[in-house]
């Protein structure tokens, strides 16, 4: 079953603990390009994360981005800037001997400065029953945005699977019509010599078997019986790859390359008045199935 590289998830996890968020976006790429954002306080999670995704997902640039927001109280923390208030008091000073300023630096003073005091939210520290419920949580709540992040990106498969079958479809009805035009040219091109032999043959004397073979020589070497074959095996190479459960993105991929080295020998070799636009038709048929293969898993 085909699976496209595009899709979205995002979901909130609640628990009595925390609250987590998890937002999945993945894009088309060659290889699997994982781009994970969390907080500090999850990073040893991350590994557990990466191999979460990389159970799930085979191939695209997939970001993920986890928040938790913790129900315990935070503990304040204030931190002095000392530097700051030093050079202020100095400052000060120097006006008091100007005669400008009265009166002692006050704690009210450095409050009404931000650049004095910081006051801050620390988490408070978690004991290690509830770091591993909110480690749960988190994969937990991964899982879910993976699943479904499958289940747009199964539900956009199946759109590109159609499509693609239906051009599948076309190419095999193409790869007939080829077959069928070789052979009238290749008829055409026997028929041509035999004439111009017969037309010879009245001014030069001439051995009927020798020329008999020559001709064909000459014919087969436009002979496309085994590229016809081939690509036809390339065919039911791709509904086997397409039914199957295993991401084959890639494999499309160098199918249509073989298929389109086919059609190009194909090209050089038949005759034909249809021919030329037969592999024209052909030729645009496997480039828009390699557009949609971009997009595969």
Known sequence: ?????????????ENRHATIGVTVRAVNHRFL?????????????????????????ARGRV????????????????????????????????????GLVSGALSPGDLLRLPQAITVRDRPADLDPTVEAQLAEGVEAALEQALADL????????????????????????????L????????????????ERIRELGFELPVDQAM????????????????????FRAHLEHWSTLTSGGEP??????????????????????????????LIIGAKAELEKMREQVQNVE
């Open 179 to 194: 077959r069928v035009a070789a052979d009238e040219g290749r008829a055409g091109v026997e028929q041509r010599l035999q």
């Open 150 to 177: 499958d289940a747009m990106r199964m539900r956009e498969g199946e759109h590109l699977q159609a499509d693609l079958d239906a051009r599948r479809a076309l190419l095999g009805r193409v790869i007939e019509q």
């Open 211 to 230: 020329i008999a073979q020559e001709i064909v020589r000459a014919a087969a070497r436009s002979d496309i019986s085994e590229e016809v074959t081939r």
């Open 1 to 13: 079953m085909i699976r496209s590289m595009t899709g979205f998830a995002s979901l909130t996890h």
């Open 63 to 98: 970001e993920v981005a986890i928040s938790a927001s913790l129900r315990s109280p935070a503990v304040p923390s204030v931190e002095l800037n000392a530097e700051f208030v030093a050079a202020l008091a100095a400052a000060i000073e120097q006006a008091r001997g100007h």
């Open 248 to 277: 084959c993105g890639r494999k499309l991929d160098f199918l249509l390359q073989e298929m389109n080295r086919e059609i190009n020998t194909i090209g050089s070799k038949a005759d034909g008045t249809a021919v030329s636009e």
């Open 33 to 57: 390009d994982l781009q994970l954002r969390m907080p500090q306080s999850l990073g040893d999670l991350e590994p557990r994360v990466r191999a979460l995704v990389q159970r799930r997902l």
